[in-house]
């Protein structure tokens, strides 16, 4: 009885027809593209059925070690629509993805120059109007610390340069 090995789409000749995996001792009968018997040599017919009794995990390991030892890279399935569609003789240029330009950042404070903290308070307090003195001095003291989020690109910038120009070590997130 010939089945189609479900798992690997194999021809392959079966002493039981319920069997699981492809165990059949028995070679597979050579069948040509044009639906004719072809000749095909036993030493092939013997790794035919070797093939069809691997488990699933060792065809997979199988496959991997002839794609390296043919140096054949991954090859991507086509859907079966384009597949059937006539290749044309002038090749479409596919446009390169858009890369999102972030718009809001996050302003981190990853450190300070001790020699100008003062300055780096009074800074932090002027750009932050809802902080006092004294949480913006707790803020500058808790470094590495998160001091605005979400803040535009522009004015993101804007506190990073003013920051890193007053002794503080500033990254845009």
Same mark, same amino acid.
Do not use: W, Y
């Given at each position: 009885?010939? !089945? %189609? *090995?479900? $798992?690997?789409?194999?021809?392959?000749?079966?002493? $039981?027809?319920?069997?699981?995996? *492809?165990?059949?001792?028995?070679?597979?009968? !050579?069948?040509?593209?044009? /639906? /004719?018997?072809?000749?095909?040599?036993?030493?092939?017919?013997?790794?035919?059925? !070797?093939? *069809? @009794?691997?488990?699933?995990?060792?065809?997979?390991?199988?496959? =991997?070690?002839?794609? #390296? $030892?043919?140096?054949? /890279?991954?090859?991507?399935?086509?859907?079966?629509?384009?597949? @059937? @569609?006539?290749?044309?003789?002038? !090749?479409?240029?596919?446009?390169?993805?858009?890369?999102?330009? =972030?718009?809001?950042?996050? %302003?981190?404070?990853?450190? +300070?120059?001790?020699?100008? =903290? +003062?300055?780096?308070?009074?800074?932090?307090?002027?750009?932050?109007? #809802?902080?006092?003195?004294?949480? @913006? =001095?707790?803020?500058?003291?808790?470094?590495? *610390?998160?001091? $605005?989020?979400? %803040?535009?690109?522009?004015?993101? #910038?804007?506190?990073?340069?003013?920051?890193?120009?007053?002794? /503080?070590? %500033?990254?845009? #997130?």
């Amino acid at each position: 009885m010939m !089945q %189609v *090995c479900v $798992r690997r789409g194999v021809l392959c000749s079966l002493r $039981r027809a319920l069997s699981v995996r *492809c165990l059949s001792a028995a070679p597979a009968p !050579q069948i040509d593209s044009d /639906g /004719g018997v072809a000749a095909v040599p036993d030493h092939v017919l013997s790794i035919a059925d !070797q093939i *069809c @009794a691997l488990s699933l995990h060792e065809t997979g390991q199988l496959t =991997k070690l002839l794609k #390296e $030892r043919l140096g054949i /890279g991954d090859i991507a399935m086509a859907a079966p629509a384009a597949a @059937a @569609a006539p290749a044309s003789d002038t !090749q479409e240029v596919e446009p390169e993805p858009v890369v999102e330009e =972030k718009t809001s950042f996050d %302003v981190k404070l990853l450190g +300070i120059d001790s020699s100008m =903290k +003062i300055k780096l308070i009074k800074a932090i307090k002027e750009s932050m109007p #809802e902080l006092n003195l004294v949480a @913006a =001095k707790k803020l500058v003291e808790s470094a590495p *610390c998160t001091l $605005r989020e979400k %803040v535009p690109k522009a004015d993101a #910038e804007a506190l990073k340069a003013k920051l890193t120009e007053l002794g /503080g070590d %500033v990254s845009l #997130e």
